[in-house]
Antibody, heavy 121, light 107 residues
Framework: EVQLLESGGGLVQPGGSLRLACAASGFTFSSYVMHWVRQAPGKGLEWVSGISGSADKTYYADSVKGRFTISRDNSKNALYLQMSSLRADDTAVYYC??????????????WGPGTLVTVSS | DIQMTQSPSSLSASVGDRVTITCRASQGISNYLAWFQQKPGKAPKSLIYAASSLQSGVPSKFSGSGSGTDFTLSISSLQPEDSATYYCQQYNNYPLTFGGGTKVEIK
């Protein structure tokens, strides 16, 4: 069974930094693209960032480019999101999501339960 | 960036009804389209991927169709537990993009 569990959320001041982590289990982690998706209170889903299985390719939404850094440690089955220069509009629940396909086998993403990041003074 | 336009933004239907939600992409995305269900306070749940493939464990009352720019999600025999917000997402190109969501309520 695929399991994803985010951690690291909390209250941070504007301009501050925070590092989110996602612990993965139940699948061959290094074989999948992984993503971060966020949802501001009362709003829709927004894709934030993605990283290839080997970590050689990273992708970002324009809204976080230059401020957020995605990374992964395949030896630990862990995904990370380093967030800096945080703004009030970064306040959201952040979800870790497993990518669609590996080795030609595809299915819809699995999601973690999310971790809340609140940016406020 | 590819814009995803969902309609309607909300709907209200009766138990047993069939409902259809539409998602339109601003450019062709082949069949790289997924549908998610989200209930309040919960993570999204995958329903459909590759436009029409049913996620394992999802009831067959959910179905998807379309290719290119126009896609639909249909829910047959609507039940109270189907009350949720539904999102489409394209995964043909980065940045991945979501539709604005459709809130489905039961009359």
């Amino acid at each position: 069974e695929v399991q994803l569990l985010e951690s690291g959320g909390g209250l941070v001041q504007p301009g501050g930094s925070l590092r989110l982590a996602c612990a993965a289990s139940g699948f061959t982690f290094s074989s999948y693209v992984m993503h971060w998706v966020r949802q501001a209170p009362g709003k829709g889903l927004e894709w934030v960032s993605g990283i290839s299985g080997s970590a050689d390719k990273t992708y970002y939404a324009d809204s976080v480019k230059g401020r957020f850094t995605i990374s992964r440690d395949n030896s630990k089955n862990a995904l990370y999101l380093q967030m800096s220069s945080l703004r009030a509009d970064d306040t959201a629940v952040y979800y870790c999501a497993k990518g669609y396909c590996s080795g030609g086998v595809c299915r819809g993403p699995d999601w973690g339960p999310g971790t809340l990041v609140t940016v406020s003074s | 960036d590819i814009q995803m336009t969902q309609s309607p933004s909300s709907l209200s239907a009766s138990v047993g009804d069939r409902v259809t939600i539409t998602c339109r992409a601003s450019q062709g995305i082949s069949n790289y389209l997924a549908w998610f269900q989200q209930k309040p306070g919960k993570a999204p749940k995958s329903l459909i991927y590759a436009a029409s493939s049913l996620q394992s464990g999802v009831p067959s009352k959910f179905s998807g169709s379309g290719s290119g720019t126009d896609f639909t999600l249909s829910i047959s025999s609507l039940q109270p537990e189907d009350s949720a917000t539904y999102y489409c997402q394209q995964y043909n190109n980065y940045p991945l993009t979501f539709g604005g969501g459709t809130k489905v309520e039961i009359k």
